[in-house]
């Protein structure tokens, strides 16, 4: 289903916004026209940053600070771009964590963190989000997977578990939510250039950048412009699917 309104009044709400995939979402979307409203959890400037960017791009832009993983900040972030814009086309779950190490070394304090922020976070953003796009009767959700999600990683478990859940997630949403136009889809990143991943030494990213088909690490631009194809309308039979990008990592 078509929305009502023309591409220049449409609205997306990108959690994690202010750094690294979701900056990146943010200005493709701001590119095509999206009015844009960056979610962040503390990282201010950053957020207020990405926001001026959009706005350069010719878009309306709102910083929000929301942490995902608190449902009352979660429903007030989603009413106030929903006030602010009248609607809420897109949604892209991109605030996440990494706590790395083996599982025996791994706190239980550390699961539920990642788990809390990754999974519960992305389940609480789209639940706020589906009662304005099923009343909307259009609506593109979108959610950062990874392909660790997919194949699992030594040394990741918890962060696996909140990836391969986000999966579940995207794929019951789709179902639920197909017959009100709208598509729940996952996009699962391989190892892109981050301030996640900005910990591995050079030495680790050329090795890692060796062994994926592509021989390079990916960017974050490289994900955003999955994202955007997922957002548009030209996705519109598209749900409940999980598209790597990851220079073949996972095949
Ligand atoms: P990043 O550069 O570390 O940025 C993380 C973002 O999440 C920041 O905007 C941060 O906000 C926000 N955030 C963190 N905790 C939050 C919370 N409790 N509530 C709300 N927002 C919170 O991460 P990235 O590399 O862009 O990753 C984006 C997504 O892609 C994540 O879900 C990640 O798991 C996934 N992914 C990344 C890679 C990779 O290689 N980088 C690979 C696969 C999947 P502040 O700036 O305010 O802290």
């Not at 289903?1 to 709400?13: C, D, E, G, W």
């Not at 696996?160 to 949403?173: N, Q, T």
């Amino acid at each position: 289903m078509k929305p009502s309104t023309p591409i220049t009044q449409r609205t997306a709400l990108v959690t994690g916004g202010s750094r690294g995939i979701g900056k990146a979402v943010c200005l493709a979307l701001a590119g095509q026209g999206f009015n844009i409203a960056v979610g962040f959890a503390g990282n201010a400037g950053a957020a207020d940053d990405t926001a001026a960017a959009c706005k350069a791009k010719g878009v309306e832009a709102i910083a929000l600070q929301a942490d995902v993983r608190d449902e009352a900040a979660v429903k007030t972030m989603v009413h106030t771009v929903n006030d602010t814009f009248g609607r809420i086309d897109v949604l892209v779950c991109s605030a996440g964590i990494a706590k790395d190490g083996l599982i025996m070394r791994t706190s239980e304090a550390d699961f539920d963190s990642v788990t809390a922020i990754n999974l519960k976070g992305t389940f609480l953003c789209i639940k706020a989000v589906s009662k304005i796009m099923m009343k909307q009767r259009y609506g593109r959700i979108i959610a950062l997977s990874s392909v660790v999600g997919l194949r699992g990683n030594a040394g990741q478990t918890s962060y696996a578990a909140s990836k391969a859940g986000v999966v579940g997630i995207i794929k019951s949403v789709a179902k639920e939510l197909a017959t009100r136009g709208i598509t729940a889809n996952a996009v699962a990143p391989g190892f892109i250039e981050t301030d996640m991943t900005a910990a591995l030494s050079p030495a680790q990213k050329e090795a890692a950048a060796s062994a994926i088909p592509i021989p390079r690490l990916g960017r974050p631009e490289d994900v955003a412009s999955a994202v955007a194809f997922l957002a548009g309308e030209s996705a519109g039979y598209t749900t409940g699917q999980v598209l790597s990008v990851d220079g073949g990592m996972a095949i």
